[in-house]
Nanobody, 115 residues
Framework: QVQLVESGGGLVQPGGSLRLSCEAS????????MSWVRQAPGKGLELVST????????HYRDFVKGRFTIARDNAKNTVSLQMNSLKPEDTAVYYC????????RGQGTQVTVSS
């Protein structure tokens, strides 16, 4: 059973930084590409970034390029998202997911960017 537990969200001012973490269990973590997706109030899920199973390849949506960095540690079954230069439009609940299966999500972590 896929289990994903996100943490690290919070309230931050525009221009600030947060680092999200996700602990995975219930599957062979190193076999799966992982993604961070987000859901803003009243909107659907939106892909933010993806990292390959081995961690060598990464992909970012244009709206976070140069500001966010995805990384993973296959020894610890964790994936992280370093978020810098945060903007109010980054406000959302953030989830880590298997890139091929967005339906198995944890509780997410709330990120609120506001002055």
């Amino acid at each position: 059973q896929v289990q994903l537990v996100e943490s690290g969200g919070g309230l931050v001012q525009p221009g600030g930084s947060l680092r999200l973490s996700c602990e995975a269990s219930g599957f062979t973590f190193s076999d799966y590409a992982m993604s961070w997706v987000r859901q803003a109030p009243g909107k659907g899920l939106e892909l933010v970034s993806t990292i390959s199973s081995g961690g060598t390849n990464t992909h970012y949506r244009d709206f976070v390029k140069g500001r966010f960095t995805i990384a993973r540690d296959n020894a610890k079954n964790t994936v992280s998202l370093q978020m810098n230069s945060l903007k109010p439009e980054d406000t959302a609940v953030y989830y880590c997911v298997q890139s091929s299966n967005w339906s198995s999500r944890g509780q997410g972590t709330q990120v609120t960017v506001s002055s």
